[in-house]
């Protein structure tokens, strides 16, 4: 069992930055992989960016190039750096990691990010 908790979300104007943080307890050594996922008011949860064990990161066509996923270095901290904020990314961001062996995920609760001037 793994237990996730986000923090850093809150309101920043648009072209601002923020950074997101998920700290993971519990049996971290069995992720797999670890995610942020958004979801917008009325909008389906989607995937925004992933970083698996190895340290291979992909990231949604809609973020690419604004946003960085990565780890900490103790390996139980997953970062959202997230640049050039648009009003299209005002969504509640949630952690997710991923057991693939045991075909698992797990959530954290969520953290709003709202984009607005």
């Known amino acids: 069992q793994v237990q996730l908790v986000e923090s850093g979300g809150g309101l920043v104007q648009p072209g601002g930055s923020l950074r997101l943080s998920c700290a993971a307890s519990?049996?971290?050594?069995?992720?797999?992989?670890m995610a942020w996922y958004r979801q917008g008011l009325g909008l389906k949860r989607e995937s925004a960016a992933m970083?698996?064990?190895?340290?291979?990161?992909n990231y949604a066509a809609s973020v690419k190039g604004r946003f960085t996923i990565s780890r900490g270095k103790s390996n139980n901290t997953v970062y959202l750096q997230m640049n050039s904020l648009k009003p299209e990314d005002t969504a509640v961001y949630y952690c997710?990691?991923?057991?693939?062996?045991?075909?698992?995920?797990?959530w954290g609760k969520g953290t709003l990010v709202t984009v607005s001037s």
């Open positions: 970083i698996t064990s190895g340290g291979t990161t």
């Open positions: 519990g049996s971290i050594a069995s992720i797999s992989a």
């Open positions: 997710n990691a991923k057991f693939w062996r045991e075909n698992m995920d797990c």
